[in-house]
C-alpha cells in the first residue's frame, strides 16, 4: 500500500455523481482538484450495512471539508452502476453530496489496497496534500468503520505545518520548540 511521503497517482475514474437521468455519472481526475487537499476513501463494497455509515457521515462533513479546501472522493471496487443501484435502493444514500468512484484495478493496484484474501477494496482514507503528496493513511479491518472526525482533525493538525500533540484539536496550541 501507498503510504506517507509517497506521490498519489495520477487517475481518471468513472463516478457516480447523482441519481438524475442523464446526469448519474461523470470521469473524474487529480486534475479536477489541482491545488486542494484530497480526501480519497476507499470502502469495501456497495450494498453493505458498516460502509453506508461511513459514506453518509462523509458526506455530512462536505462543508467541513470544503471549508479546509479540500475535496472528498469515496468509493469501492465497484463500479459506477452498481454504486448508482445503492444510492437508488438505500434512502440514506439517495441525495449523498460526494461523488462515489469506481476504483478501478489499474487504480486499486497502483494505491495498493485490494485486500490480500477478500479481492474488495480496503477500508483505507489517503490525505492527499494540494501537491500530490500523501501526507496520512489509514486502514482498517474489513469489520470496523473509520471515524471521519478523526480525518478532519488529521487534515487540521496537517495544515497547520507544525508539530501538533496526541489528541490535538483545532485552535489549541501545537509544540513550539525552542
Known amino acids: 500500500m501507498l503510504t506517507v511521503g509517497d506521490k498519489f497517482p495520477e487517475f481518471k475514474v468513472t463516478a457516480n ?26 470502502y469495501p463494497k456497495d450494498f453493505t450495512f458498516i460502509c453506508p455509515t461511513e459514506i453518509v457521515e462523509f458526506g455530512r462533513h462536505t462543508n467541513d471539508f470544503a471549508d479546509r479546501d479540500a ?8 463500479n459506477e452502476f452498481s454504486h448508482l443501484a445503492w444510492r437508488n435502493a438505500h434512502p440514506d444514500l439517495a ?21 490480500k484474501e477478500g479481492g474488495v477494496a480496503l477500508r483505507v482514507t489517503f490525505v492527499v496534500d494540494p501537491d500530490g503528496i500523501i501526507r496520512s493513511v489509514s486502514a482498517y479491518d474489513l469489520s470496523v468503520g473509520r471515524n471521519v472526525g478523526e480525518v478532519l482533525r488529521t487534515l487540521d493538525a496537517l495544515q497547520t505545518d507544525e508539530l501538533c500533540p496526541c489528541n490535538w484539536q483545532k485552535g489549541e496550541d501545537t509544540i513550539k520548540v525552542a
Open 17 to 42: 455523481v447523482g441519481r438524475e437521468k442523464g446526469k448519474e455519472f461523470k470521469d473524474v481526475t487529480n486534475k479536477d482538484f489541482a491545488g486542494k487537499w484530497l480526501v480519497f476513501y476507499a
Open 95 to 115: 441525495d449523498m453530496p460526494t461523488p462515489l468512484v469506481h476504483i478501478n484495478p489499474k487504480l486499486a493496484n497502483e494505491l495498493g489496497i485490494v485486500h
Open 71 to 78: 475535496v472528498v472522493l469515496g468509493g469501492s471496487t465497484d
